[in-house]
């Protein structure tokens, strides 16, 4: 195991083997059985690019040995920054073949994540676009090259990149040579915490944990080797790539296209061309796409399944997904931290509109424990705990934070509210930290959102807090009108009318023409906090005023 990491209990990690969740293989070994099983099938499908599974694997053995040549070796860390596009798979599997640890970086990151991850991970390269929506990555790496000396190594990804002081990815290329394979004990990669506040966490994810999620997750969602996947948020998200998004597809034998943006649009005509059966989504997008679904003429009839998870969905938007769409909803819920838990075909309406599902292994644990940390009766809310075979042991090199993250004997604790119905699904009812201490009440943002979401003149809707010197904290809910914005008086009644208690209320509101996303697709409420204390304006953020 990589040191910084939080060793498997030997005698957990003997259980998890003796009952066949894991079997001994790395994430190299399911692309290779892929290879053998349908080396002539399409296996990615990007701008411009489509790539056999003999392609794949063609390319990233040539690939791993030209980042040796370069000076990457087994057990090297090399930050990963790219776009939606098919090279990220290649770059992947090549570090995998050497044992190198790919670190994931979100497109949106800039200079102090970046720095942030390579300080971290302690990383020896840096893989990333020259330039992606008008921002200048290639500047941003050799600033960060000259700060930090342990990072040797820039490969640069893009047309016409000779002779700018990086390795152009192009030319990572040589003649393959035999390797030592993995450990599947050993760490794959690393993704990112999810958190909206303060700088990532890095989570240590193993081979033979992931690819046993991967398999797990296929079989929830009732993915198969004709299946297309397509990967329409980030492929860095845990969410895209392995749940069971591109690790489950490769696994399977399928089909990964990759959308270069998230629209209704762009991904629509995907779906049309490619026979997408499957993608994966936040809230935020679906709700982009019901707004848009009317005007667009593509057929999508191939689309089976639509996973939304991520954040919370309210049910008045999840009943709109079967009607707009022709297609299966599938909640989820997940982390990149581990438990990940689907509702199921089958499901009776209720439980898949208002409900995450139930976990997606028979070995998951799940607790719902109050602030005193004893487990609440059945319907009650209180913080999720998990522990189970593919969530994670503890966040590497964070001793300190280890020690607060983790129980005792092992469970994570999530930081989410949430609840258990009779028949065993999830419910999330929002973030611990996502509670407003309003004069001593606490205020639930995610229930005031749903409310107000209920409203016609509301499109979208996040209540955040402002510092009051009497009450501690005030709420302030950022609107996006649809029509007419309703005045905090209406606004007021309106909630009044569906029955929520008066310190729930807005005690301001603020109108925008969209709310910021963090570089997952989650709304940024640390930004709109900013704008709401005054310490940030929507200009500034990108954001324009609503009307």
């Not at 798979?89 to 949106?108: E, G, I, Q, T, Y």
């Not at 600033?143 to 040797?152: I, Q, T, Y």
């Not at 667009?296 to 009839?301: K, P, R, T, V």
């Not at 979208?460 to 809910?477: F, M, N, W």
Request: charged residues 25%; hydrophobic residues 40%; aromatic residues 8%.
């Amino acid at each position: 195991m990589l040191d910084g990491c939080t060793p498997w209990p030997q005698d957990v990690a003997e259980r998890y083997r003796t009952e066949g969740y894991w079997r001994g293989e790395t994430l190299l070994d399911l692309l290779d059985e892929s290879v053998r099983r349908v080396g002539g099938r399409t296996a990615l499908v990007g701008p411009g690019t489509r790539l056999t599974y003999d392609e794949l694997d063609r390319r990233s053995r040539r690939m791993a040995a030209g980042f040796r040549a370069r000076g990457i070796r087994a057990g090297d860390r090399v930050v990963v920054q790219l776009p939606n596009t098919p090279e990220f798979v290649v770059v992947c599997f090549a570090l995998f073949r050497l044992d190198a640890k790919p670190v994931f970086c979100l497109p949106a990151h800039r200079a102090a994540e970046v720095r942030h991850l390579c300080e971290l991970s302690q990383a020896v390269g840096y893989v990333f676009p020259a330039e992606l929506n008008g921002f200048d990555h290639l500047g941003l790496a050799r600033r960060v090259r000259d700060e930090l000396p342990a990072l040797l190594h820039l490969f640069v990804y893009g047309e016409d990149t000779a002779g700018v002081g990086a390795v152009p990815l192009a030319e990572v290329d040589a003649e393959p040579e035999e390797l030592p394979a993995p450990d599947p004990s050993d760490v794959a990669f690393f993704l990112l915490s999810g958190g909206t506040t303060g700088l990532p966490k890095l989570i240590p994810r193993i081979h033979e944990e992931y690819a046993y999620q991967a398999r797990a997750a296929s079989q929830a969602s009732g993915l198969g080797e004709r299946d297309v996947y397509l990967a329409v948020l980030p492929v860095e998200f845990n969410f895209t790539w392995g749940c069971p998004g591109v690790i489950g597809a490769l696994q399977q034998g399928g089909t990964v296209v990759f959308a270069e943006e998230p629209t209704p649009d762009v991904c629509f005509a995907l779906i049309e061309q490619e026979g997408v059966t499957i993608t994966s989504v936040v809230p935020s997008v679906v709700q982009m796409w019901l707004d848009e679904a009317e005007w667009l003429d593509n057929d999508i009839s191939s689309l089976r399944t639509l996973q939304i998870g991520s954040a919370k969905l309210h049910p008045e938007v999840a009943a709109r997904v079967e009607p707009a769409f022709g297609c299966r909803l599938q909640q989820v819920f997940g982390m990149a931290e581990g438990l990940l838990t689907f509702t199921r075909e089958g499901d009776p309406q209720e439980t898949v509109l208002t409900t995450q599902g139930r976990a997606i292994s028979p070995a998951d644990e799940i607790r719902i424990v109050g602030e005193d940390d004893r487990e609440v009766p059945v319907g009650e809310t209180g913080e999720l705990l998990a522990r189970g075979p593919y969530t994670l042991r503890g966040y590497y090199r964070a001793p300190e934070h280890n020690a607060r993250a983790f129980t005792a004997d092992g469970f994570y604790r999530s930081g989410d509210l949430a609840r258990l119905t009779e028949d065993g699904n999830l419910v999330i009812e929002g973030r611990i930290k996502d509670v407003i201490i309003r004069g001593g009440d606490k205020v639930p943002a995610d229930e005031v959102e749903r409310h107000l979401l209920t409203l016609p003149a509301v499109a979208r809707a996040a209540l955040v807090p402002v510092p009051d010197t009497y009450l501690g904290e005030k709420t302030c809910a950022f609107v996006v009108p649809q029509g007419t914005p309703p005045s905090l008086v209406e606004l007021k009644e309106a909630l009044r009318a569906r029955g929520l208690a008066e310190y729930k209320l807005p005690d301001r509101v603020e109108y925008l023409g969209s709310l910021p996303l963090t570089g997952l697709g989650k709304v940024d409420k640390k930004r709109l906090s900013a704008i709401a204390r005054g310490e940030d304006a929507p200009a500034a953020a990108g954001l324009l005023p609503a009307g």
